[in-house]
């Protein structure tokens, strides 16, 4: 079929049709970039930002747009805005049996290093969530070790090393002849 016979059909001049097939054609530099950087920006949300918060954070790299470009450019993208489900906490359902409460809430201690405490905790470090084990002397009241894991499973016995490993960092500073062995610290227990 000729295309003077369906650019009437359609109501269209045939120059506006040769101009639409010759823009086609052409590969726009600027666009591709502009993709490519509404893209970088949306993996750097997490798959968070939506067409507004894109354009803002592209205005402040100094890459001026408008707020339909970029939703355009998201949907020739396949990218869609979904934010974050909440964070599923780990919560201790019961005590473990298995690490007695030596200290029975006992916590003035005489001596230094006669009694030490733990304790686990989690901490937002802008990516993801780190797992912080920290000891410490209840005499002196100062941390005696700590150490940082990027993830652990409550009730699994990788907590349990993290906290010892956390001991064995400052296994120099303990008094000559004194010895830390075993997962015991996880819970308040007698040096």
């Known amino acids: 079929m000729p295309v003077s016979m369906v650019c009437d059909a359609f109501n269209v001049s045939r120059s506006s049709y040769y101009d639409y097939r010759q ?3 052409n590969i726009d530099a600027n666009r591709l970039s502009l993709r490519a950087m509404v893209r970088r920006v949306f993996t ?17 790299v100094g890459i001026s747009n408008g707020r339909f470009k ?9 990218l869609a805005s979904r934010q974050p489900g909440p ?16 200290l029975a809430r006992e916590f003035t201690v005489s001596r230094p290093d006669r ?4 304790d686990i ?4 470090t802008g990516q993801q969530w ?24 409550p009730g699994h016995r990788a907590a349990n090393r993290t ?12 008094p000559a002849g004194r010895s830390f062995s075993g997962y015991g610290i996880i819970a308040c227990s007698k040096a």
């Open 163 to 174: 906290v010892s490993c956390s001991t064995r960092i400052r296994v120099a500073s303990m």
């Open 23 to 25: 823009r086609r054609q």
């Open 121 to 124: 905790t989690y901490i937002w």
């Open 115 to 118: 009694a030490w405490c733990g």
């Open 44 to 60: 750097q949300s997490r798959d968070s930002a939506g067409s507004h918060t894109i354009k803002v954070l592209l205005n402040q």
């Open 87 to 102: 964070y599923a906490y780990w919560t201790a359902t019961v005590e473990k049996p298995d690490f007695p409460n030596l």
């Open 130 to 153: 780190s797992y912080l084990a920290v000891v410490m002397d209840l005499y002196a009241r100062r941390v005696v070790g700590w150490s940082s894991r990027r993830w652990i499973m």
């Open 70 to 78: 970029v939703r355009r450019l998201m949907r020739e993208l396949g």
